[in-house]
């Protein structure tokens, strides 16, 4: 943990800036990779019932080897000359957020600084190293684009194996295929292999099943950026029927002007801590300004810096 | 426990979807399909009869037979779990983007195995018919020697696939051995030409327990010594337990080598 650490920001409905005592009063474990003596047991909160997703104190570790072995051969010879080092590299590091249920919140931050990894955790794709995520319900992830698709099979095929995926059985995904052919506007393709379509039709395809089948939670890792400006207004409507419905959703995106559209709040992610929480067109600002302020200023030094997304 | 098995409904379609599309997977462009499911292991039995035949065919009774039950278990159980091994690295779309339990890709790819086993059974039939090795009774047991090997398999699957999913040259190990299994074990010479004193080595090899308890039910008509079939059980159990714990162990680093 060479980095130092940035006490994240919050901001309230209004703007002004609040302590969050609860984040204040938890103490952050900074050692206890090193020793688990030193680790402070925090007794087990209460998550209050509106709470839809409750990150706790997330810290997400690669192991960045130089070399990485595939295969016995190198594994031993670098095992033998003792080696076998990895470079650590805190992809997040004590990240704290809760979404309270029918909230919209969006992760912005720059290429590399951890939103994917954080939709990741939350949606159960990696486990954190440290810390907990709860969701309450069930979630509907949507990472990148062609998420869970097989691109051999069929449109019909796909809808029936992604609906699989989140759980669903094949007479549930039959009562929601046309509602889901419709909103992708495929219908004419349904039997053609998914090789064939091209890229905006299947983000079409993984926007209308992961909307169309009912989830608690869903999430989007930037999907909306290859449908064109009428798909994406369609699905802007889309997302909002489901928010007023109760559906909790996170977003990720480096579209400033949709994440203020659709998401009341947002969470600014930089290097891998969180740095300001709050309504969405205050922090989207900050990071704006921040954003144009690096590119004003004088290039520092380059380091080397290897990035995880 | 409660919670695993409420997973393991709760994706049960999941389940489904993914043998299937496996299945049309294997078959994807070819025009007989299915079909080569029944007939590559009958070729192949042709082709080992009539090259083994001159050496064995004196000493053993329905020698075609003897192979076939051999061959079908033996690679049964190899290609199984070699398919099960690269499961991980091959869904690695779905696994990256999903949150699936992982164990369900090593089921999927043992059972495909299995259906492909199962529809080698209809040449098998023909071929016992047709060689004149009369159907009986004994042949209904077979169901409960197949959950074995079936067990068996899954278990070997998953142990491979939770160290070959951080270690590719797995892969090419398993491929040597393999080799070496098909000679060690009696797929296609009588265990009496193994001396006396090392028999029992070679009947402590798993595969030969389930091979020989399938041969003693389809040729020899008899019911297969409770020994055998203890034996086979446990083979079974211990395989699965040990591949299951180990692929507990190993799946929540997967995502870093995926």
Redo the contacts between chains.
């Keep these: 943990m060479s980095e130092k650490k940035v006490t994240p920001v919050f901001y309230d409905e209004s703007g002004n800036i609040i302590s969050s005592s609860e984040t204040l009063l938890r103490i952050n474990p900074e050692n206890s990779s090193h020793g688990s003596s030193k680790r402070i047991i925090t007794p087990p909160r209460q998550i209050s019932e509106d709470v839809s997703v409750d990150v706790n104190d997330v810290s997400v570790m690669?192991?960045l080897s130089k070399n990485r072995e595939?295969?016995?051969?190198e594994?031993f010879i670098n095992f033998v000359k003792g080696k076998l080092s990895y470079d650590e590299f805190w992809a997040l590091r004590n990240i704290n957020l809760q979404v309270k249920k029918g909230d919209s919140l969006a992760l912005i931050g720059r290429n590399g600084s951890g939103k994917s990894t954080l939709l990741?955790t939350i949606?159960?794709?990696?486990?954190p190293t440290r810390g907990t995520v709860k969701v309450r319900g069930t979630?509907a992830?949507l990472?990148?684009i062609?998420?869970?698709f097989?691109r051999?099979?069929s449109a019909r095929?796909n809808v029936?194996?992604s609906?699989?995926?989140?759980?669903?059985?094949?007479k549930y995904m039959k009562s929601k295929f046309d509602e889901i052919i419709e909103f992708a506007e495929i219908e004419k393709f349904v039997d053609v292999p998914l090789k064939n379509f091209s890229s905006g039709m299947i983000s079409r395809l993984g926007f209308a099943i992961a909307t169309c089948v009912s989830a608690d939670v869903v999430i989007a890792d930037e999907v909306l950026a290859v449908g064109d400006a009428r798909f994406r207004m369609k699905c802007e409507e889309r997302i909002k029927k489901l928010l007023s419905g109760g559906t909790t959703f996170l977003l990720v995106s480096h579209n400033n002007a949709s994440v203020k559209k659709l998401c009341r709040k947002a969470a600014w992610i930089e290097k891998g801590q969180l740095r300001e929480v709050g309504p969405s067109s205050i922090v989207c600002d900050n990071y704006a300004k921040f954003i144009t302020g690096l590119s004003a200023a004088p290039k520092e030094p380059k380091k080397s810096r290897t990035a995880i997304e | 426990m409660k919670k695993a098995l409420y997973e393991f409904y709760n994706y049960f379609p999941f389940l489904k979807e993914i043998i299937k599309r496996d299945f049309k997977r294997k078959y994807y462009k070819s025009i007989l399909g299915v079909a080569w499911s029944m007939l590559s292991p009958l070729l192949i039995m042709i082709v080992m009869t009539i090259v083994f035949s001159t050496l064995f065919n004196r000493s053993i009774p329905h020698y075609p037979i003897y192979l076939f039950t051999g061959s079908l278990i033996f690679n049964f159980v190899f290609d199984g779990a070699t398919i099960c091994m690269g499961c991980i690295l091959g869904n690695a779309g779905l696994i990256n983007k999903m949150k699936i339990p992982n164990y369900f890709f090593c089921i999927s790819s043992v059972t495909q195995s299995f259906i492909t086993l199962l529809l080698s059974f209809v040449p098998f039939f023909g071929v016992c018919a047709v060689t004149g090795v009369p159907l009986n009774m004994y042949m209904l047991l077979l169901p409960l020697l197949l959950v074995l090997v079936y067990i068996f398999t899954l278990g070997l699957g998953m142990l491979l696939c939770a160290y070959a999913t951080f270690l590719r040259d797995l892969n090419y190990v398993v491929q040597v051995l393999r080799r070496a299994c098909m000679y060690i074990t009696p797929i296609f010479y009588p265990i009496d030409i193994i001396p006396e004193q090392f028999r029992f080595l070679w009947e402590l090899n798993p595969i030969y327990v389930y091979i020989k308890i399938a041969r003693d039910m389809c040729i020899d008509a008899t019911l297969p010594s409770e020994k055998m079939l203890i034996v086979g059980t446990c083979y079974s159990l211990l395989m699965l337990g040990l591949g299951v714990v180990t692929f507990k162990e190993k799946q929540d680093r997967f995502f870093l080598y995926i």
């Excluded at chain 1, 595939?70 to 051969?73: A, C």
């Excluded at chain 1, 609906?163 to 094949?170: D, F, I, N, V």
Aim: aromatic share 8%; glycine share 18%; hydrophobic share 35%.
């Design positions: 690669f192991n595939e295969g016995v051969k594994y990741k949606a159960g794709i990696i486990r979630i992830p990472i990148e062609s998420g869970g097989d051999t099979l095929e029936f194996l609906g699989a995926m989140h759980g669903h059985t094949r």
